[in-house]
Each structure stands twice: as C-alpha cells, then as structure tokens.
C-alpha cells in the first residue's frame, strides 16, 4: 500500500534553514504530485507548495516564495522541502502529502500523508 | 489568498446528520469542481473524506458525502458516531494554480 515515511524531528535555531524528507513506497513516485502542508501548535492545516515528482517543477504559496525549495530523488522515491530563515513561527509540524496522478489525470487532493515531522525553532 | 470561512464548532447527536460549510470566492471554489475534505484525530494526520466536491474514496464510509453551490462545498455526516468527533478541513484548488485550506471545524458528538 501507499506509504509516505518522513524524517526525524528538528530543532532549529532562528535563521537557519532546515531540509525534510519525504520517502515514498507502495506507487510509482514520477505519477504524483507531492504537496507539503503545514500545522502550527493548535491552529489548522496551511498549504505551502506541489512539486511534479516527474519533472521537478515546482510552485509555491506566496508567503513561501524565495523561502521554501523542493526537490526529490526519484532514485530512491523520496522528496525533500528546504526551509530557510527560520523564524519562531515555523514552528509547525510539517507534512507531505501525495497527489495520485498516476490514471493520467489527477484529482487536486492529498490523497495520501506522511506522518508529520515537528520542526522547532527556537534560540 | 486567504483561508476558506469554515464554522469553528458543530455538534450533533449520535445517529444525526451534520453539514459544515466552507465558503470561498469565484478565484477557488466558484471557480473549480476541486473541492476536497479532509478528517483530522488529535495528533494524526489527515485523511482524505472527499474529492472533486463529491467523490469518496475507496474505504471512505458512504456516511460522508460532499456538495457545491456557488462559492460554497458542504460536507455531511450522516449517522453521526462517536469516531466521527474530530477535525475537519476543507480545501480548494485556486486559480493561481495553488491550493488553501479552510480555518478548520471541530465536530463535537454529544
């Protein structure tokens, strides 16, 4: 079955930058589109960009832009998100999610998610 | 973009039917058959309930059923049960080719 495995938890100083990880199993990872969606403590779910998993291209809410890479390895079906300038308020738990395109068409939801990793910045 | 108006609390008894809204405007859901709900237990992650406004996908209790009018999706829960009590997120696709989520409601069974 389809599985989304993240990364460990961060704990990140102010300004820094921090890269999570996203390894994907149980689909052909170039047939999705990977979304990242974030949590702040007690708040709601905030989108914050896609990435093609077959052509690399990418794009991003505009809060994030100039902020947030995404890249992958299709090589060992993983996706990474690189966050820089950390501020206090990104701490969040940070969570992939896959978009099924695989039957030619997509359906624009996260059908699948990873299981969040918390990132803390803090001095 | 700003997040989709969703109430912030509904209730109901168990065996009844509850519909939360979430209200956009003509640039995301006026605008696109790519409404999507989503299930969230404390400290879990989401689940998908509803895509394209109405679909359910494989697994997805037919107790959940999603709709659209205008600038505003719906989802209902019918036959409300005690597992239902959680959070629920709706979502839009919008036409900066980006995606928003609406402010969350908790549903509370009583």
């Known amino acids: 079955q389809v599985q989304l495995v993240q990364s460990g938890a961060e704990v990140e100083k102010p300004g820094a930058s921090v890269k999570v990880s996203c390894k994907a199993s149980g689909y052909s990872f170039t047939g999705y589109y990977m979304h990242w969606v974030r949590q702040a403590p007690g708040q709601g779910l905030e989108w914050m960009g896609w990435m093609n998993c077959n052509t690399g291209d990418t794009n991003s809410a505009e809060k994030f832009q100039g902020r947030v890479t995404m890249t992958r390895d299709t090589s060992i079906s993983t996706a990474y998100m690189e966050v820089s300038r950390l501020r206090s308020d990104d701490t969040a738990v940070y969570y992939c999610a896959g978009e099924d395109c695989s039957g030619g068409s997509c359906h624009q939801s996260f059908d699948y998610w990873g299981q969040g990793i918390l990132v803390t910045v803090s001095s | 973009q700003s997040a989709l108006t969703q109430p912030a609390s509904v209730s109901g008894s168990p065996r009844q039917s509850i519909t939360i809204s979430c209200t956009g405007t003509?640039?995301?859901?006026?605008?696109?058959?790519?409404v999507s709900w989503y299930q969230q237990h404390p400290g879990k992650a989401p689940k998908l309930l509803i895509y394209?406004?109405?679909n359910r996908p494989s697994g997805v209790s037919n107790r959940f059923s999603g709709s659209k009018s205008g600038n505003t999706a719906s989802l209902t829960i019918s036959g409300l049960q005690a597992e239902d009590e959680a959070d629920y997120y709706c979502s839009s696709h919008t036409s900066s080719r980006t995606y928003v989520f609406g402010s969350g409601t908790k549903v509370t069974v009583l």
């Open positions: 003509s640039s995301d859901i006026g605008s696109y058959n790519w």
């Open positions: 394209e406004v109405s």
